[in-house]
């Protein structure tokens, strides 16, 4: 045990004195290597000085003096440097015969559907064979359209060089023709005395003037001097015709500055959600109301607002005082006006007045007496099982849209909405009820605040957003709330607000409850619009959304035959879609650029900011 004693404690010895050496050593190979860095950072601090210098005393030398660099290294703009390898055109223009190209209104594809209720004149886009794969020239000429309220009634005739409805409307006054220009004195078939004195008239009849009539669509709105005289009283109106014999119609509106699509009613629903419009419009639409057992007056009862109004003006209304004019018999006139009476009596419409050629009906603020009297009015039941907001590519149907439960006479279906302005920042009805899964109160409203933020910083961004007046049509592909809009409630523009059918959420009623306007969209096809419609398409999410449904080429390319030449784009999504989108953007010739997030670079959300160049077919093309 001694022996064994005397060895642990020999080792005990022998292990301290190894570590105290170790230690020593460590030192000084420390303070060497130290030494050494400095001298290689700055090899003069150990040489004599070649000058002297007359620094202060609390002078550092310039190393020390340097303060640490925080800026980011990996900011947007260095992420996909701009080279001319990308912009090489990968997607060449097309032919110049194509300027006016509306792939989903074709008139030589609509042939192969069916005529019958003008089935073959709805939307009807091409197959993926089909779909053309280069960017759509402006005519030769093109300018820069009028600004508002100007546009209104002046628009370049090389913007839409067809000359067809001054001809065929010259006793309608619908447009004439002077020198380089297009000019619009507001009149219309059944509105000789111009559409601001028919408004006049509408206004005697029904109260437009305290906010509580503010989104109106126009069915059969031949170059839309309603809606665009409508306007200036702050009631936003949507606008629809066919593409057909009209040659341009939806164009020239589109041009003036008027929210326009090209739509027609025939087998499906409008694009609109249940619940949408103040009032819905009618002056010679040529629509057959009275007929397919009251399909489409049962379609117009699903976009209006409970309590809103449908204005019927022309052909039949006071057959009596114009039949003659009509060249149509008499019989066949009563015929009609009975088959549309009957047709609002089974809907639970009631009609307010009928004056001159004019005749309101107001619908229903609820369905409680609606309900009771389908003992009387076998026709139409009620729909049972269909979602009254779905309404893109859906069959109308004819059967009652059934309003939202109520428990007293008096109470409005759904709730009412505030009168405009207040109606634009109000808690939408829907939002009150419950309805828009995940969306409550509080919400919307941070979402309105967020967006007025953002709209800031884009303006910005974008000087031609900021400079009031530059820019006039504009989309929100993916618009959500409809904050983006609302945001811009002061300027000088409207805001066609889309819903993409593949949205998560249906938001669309939410965006027509605030005053605004919209529609629905899937953004694998073609927009029902011409070409050149919108100065500034704002994308939020879009590409994320539609990632693995569609090629981002597609969708660039509709965006690109859209928009206005200098036109502009702000694209808002992940950077890493973003950087595919960039290349794509790059090879349609738009100069672009990305930039930061308004929360910083470290945000991956990134932002594309792009503007469409001039150019044109070249002259002597058709």
Same mark, same amino acid.
């Given at each position: 045990?001694?022996?064994?004693?005397?060895?642990?404690?020999?080792?005990?010895?022998?292990?301290?004195?190894?570590?105290?050496?170790?230690?020593?050593?460590?030192? $000084?190979?420390?303070?060497?290597?130290?030494?050494?860095? @400095?001298?290689?950072?700055?090899?003069?601090?150990?040489?004599?000085?070649?000058?002297?210098?007359?620094?202060?005393?609390?002078?550092?030398?310039?190393?020390?003096?340097?303060?640490?660099?925080?800026?980011?290294?990996?900011?947007?703009?260095?992420?996909?440097?701009?080279?001319?390898?990308?912009?090489?055109?990968?997607?060449?223009?097309?032919?110049?015969?194509?300027?006016?190209?509306?792939?989903?209104?074709?008139?030589?594809?609509?042939?192969?559907?069916?005529?019958?209720?003008?089935?073959?004149?709805?939307?009807?886009?091409?197959?993926?064979?089909?779909?053309?794969?280069?960017?759509?020239?402006?005519?030769?000429?093109?300018?820069?359209?009028?600004?508002?309220?100007?546009?209104?009634?002046?628009?370049?005739?090389?913007?839409?060089?067809?000359?067809?409805?001054?001809?065929?409307?010259?006793?309608?006054?619908?447009?004439?023709?002077?020198?380089?220009?297009?000019? !619009?004195?507001?009149?219309?078939?059944?509105?000789?005395?111009?559409?601001?004195?028919?408004?006049?008239?509408?206004?005697?009849? @029904?109260?437009?003037?305290? #906010?509580?009539?503010?989104?109106?669509?126009?069915?059969?709105?031949?170059?839309?001097?309603?809606?665009?005289?409508?306007?200036?009283?702050?009631?936003?109106?949507?606008? !629809?015709?066919?593409?057909?014999?009209?040659?341009?119609?939806?164009?020239?509106?589109?041009?003036?500055?008027?929210?326009?699509?090209?739509?027609?009613?025939?087998?499906?629903?409008?694009?609109?959600?249940?619940?949408?419009?103040?009032?819905?419009?009618?002056?010679?639409?040529?629509?057959?109301?009275?007929?397919?057992?009251?399909?489409?007056?049962?379609?117009?009862?699903?976009?209006?607002?409970?309590?809103?109004?449908?204005?019927?003006?022309?052909?039949?209304?006071?057959?009596?005082? /114009?039949?003659?004019?009509?060249?149509?018999?008499?019989?066949?006139?009563?015929?009609?006006?009975?088959?549309?009476?009957?047709?609002?009596?089974?809907?639970?419409?009631?009609?307010?007045?009928?004056?001159? #050629?004019?005749?309101?009906?107001?619908?229903?603020?609820?369905?409680?007496?609606?309900?009771?009297?389908?003992? =009387?009015?076998?026709?139409?039941?009620?729909?049972?099982?269909?979602?009254?907001?779905?309404?893109? #590519?859906?069959?109308?149907?004819?059967? &009652?849209?059934?309003?939202?439960?109520?428990?007293? =006479?008096?109470?409005?279906?759904?709730?009412? $909405?505030?009168?405009?302005?207040?109606?634009?920042?109000?808690?939408?009805?829907? =939002?009150?009820?419950?309805?828009?899964?995940?969306?409550?109160?509080?919400?919307?409203?941070?979402?309105?605040?967020?967006?007025?933020?953002?709209?800031?910083?884009?303006?910005?961004?974008? !000087?031609?957003?900021?400079?009031? #007046?530059?820019?006039?049509?504009?989309?929100?592909?993916?618009?959500? &709330?409809?904050?983006?809009?609302?945001?811009?409630?002061?300027?000088? $523009?409207?805001?066609?607000?889309?819903?993409?059918?593949?949205?998560?959420?249906?938001?669309?009623?939410?965006?027509?409850?605030?005053? &605004? =306007?919209?529609?629905?969209?899937?953004?694998?096809?073609?927009?029902?619009?011409?070409?050149?419609?919108?100065?500034? @398409?704002?994308?939020?999410? &879009? !590409?994320?959304?539609?990632?693995?449904?569609?090629?981002?080429?597609? @969708?660039?390319?509709?965006?690109?035959?859209?928009?206005?030449?200098?036109?502009?784009?702000?694209?808002?999504?992940?950077?890493?879609?973003?950087?595919?989108?960039?290349?794509?953007?790059?090879?349609?010739?738009?100069?672009?650029?990305?930039?930061? /997030?308004?929360?910083?670079?470290?945000?991956?959300?990134?932002?594309?900011?792009?503007?469409?160049?001039?150019?044109?077919?070249?002259?002597?093309?058709?």
């Amino acid at each position: 045990m001694a022996t064994w004693g005397i060895l642990t404690h020999y080792l005990s010895l022998k292990t301290k004195k190894t570590s105290l050496y170790l230690m020593a050593v460590t030192t $000084v190979l420390c303070s060497l290597f130290y030494l050494i860095g @400095i001298w290689q950072h700055d090899a003069t601090a150990f040489l004599p000085s070649a000058a002297c210098t007359t620094a202060a005393p609390s002078s550092v030398p310039s190393t020390a003096a340097s303060e640490l660099d925080f800026t980011p290294h990996h900011t947007a703009e260095l992420l996909v440097p701009l080279s001319e390898a990308a912009r090489a055109a990968h997607l060449p223009p097309c032919e110049a015969g194509l300027s006016e190209c509306t792939p989903c209104h074709d008139t030589q594809r609509s042939l192969r559907f069916n005529r019958e209720m003008l089935a073959y004149r709805e939307r009807h886009c091409p197959e993926a064979g089909e779909v053309l794969r280069c960017r759509i020239p402006a005519p030769h000429g093109y300018t820069t359209p009028f600004r508002w309220p100007e546009s209104r009634d002046e628009v370049w005739y090389a913007n839409v060089p067809h000359k067809h409805l001054t001809v065929e409307k010259a006793g309608q006054n619908w447009v004439r023709f002077h020198g380089d220009r297009f000019k !619009f004195p507001g009149g219309g078939t059944m509105f000789p005395r111009g559409a601001d004195a028919y408004i006049d008239d509408i206004g005697k009849l @029904i109260n437009l003037a305290d #906010g509580s009539i503010r989104t109106a669509i126009d069915t059969g709105c031949g170059v839309a001097s309603w809606g665009a005289y409508l306007l200036s009283r702050n009631i936003l109106p949507v606008s !629809f015709a066919p593409k057909d014999t009209h040659e341009a119609q939806v164009q020239f509106a589109l041009e003036r500055g008027v929210p326009t699509l090209i739509g027609i009613m025939a087998t499906e629903r409008l694009p609109y959600p249940s619940r949408a419009f103040d009032i819905a419009h009618c002056s010679r639409c040529l629509i057959p109301w009275g007929q397919y057992d009251g399909l489409y007056l049962i379609e117009v009862d699903r976009i209006l607002r409970p309590g809103g109004y449908w204005i019927l003006s022309g052909p039949p209304i006071n057959w009596e005082n /114009h039949w003659k004019g009509w060249n149509r018999t008499r019989d066949d006139l009563d015929t009609e006006q009975k088959g549309i009476e009957r047709v609002a009596k089974s809907l639970c419409w009631k009609k307010l007045v009928q004056r001159n #050629g004019l005749s309101i009906w107001q619908k229903a603020t609820n369905h409680l007496h609606c309900k009771k009297n389908r003992k =009387i009015f076998k026709k139409p039941l009620f729909c049972q099982s269909n979602n009254p907001d779905q309404a893109w #590519g859906t069959k109308m149907e004819a059967c &009652l849209t059934p309003l939202p439960e109520v428990s007293d =006479i008096k109470e409005v279906s759904g709730g009412p $909405v505030a009168r405009w302005p207040e109606r634009l920042t109000a808690i939408p009805p829907r =939002i009150r009820s419950g309805s828009i899964e995940g969306v409550r109160g509080e919400e919307f409203e941070k979402d309105t605040e967020l967006w007025k933020s953002r709209v800031a910083h884009y303006k910005v961004l974008d !000087f031609q957003l900021a400079e009031k #007046g530059r820019y006039r049509n504009l989309l929100d592909m993916n618009a959500g &709330l409809g904050g983006f809009t609302a945001a811009l409630v002061d300027d000088p $523009v409207w805001v066609m607000n889309v819903v993409p059918n593949e949205a998560e959420t249906n938001t669309l009623g939410v965006i027509f409850e605030r005053g &605004l =306007i919209g529609t629905y969209q899937n953004w694998c096809e073609a927009m029902s619009t011409y070409p050149r419609t919108y100065d500034f @398409i704002h994308a939020y999410g &879009l !590409f994320t959304l539609y990632k693995g449904r569609c090629e981002i080429e597609d @969708i660039l390319l509709e965006m690109d035959r859209i928009l206005r030449p200098q036109g502009s784009v702000i694209i808002r999504d992940d950077v890493d879609v973003l950087v595919g989108v960039k290349s794509v953007v790059d090879g349609m010739q738009w100069e672009s650029r990305m930039t930061d /997030h308004e929360g910083g670079p470290h945000v991956r959300e990134k932002l594309l900011i792009a503007t469409k160049q001039y150019w044109t077919a070249p002259a002597g093309q058709e």
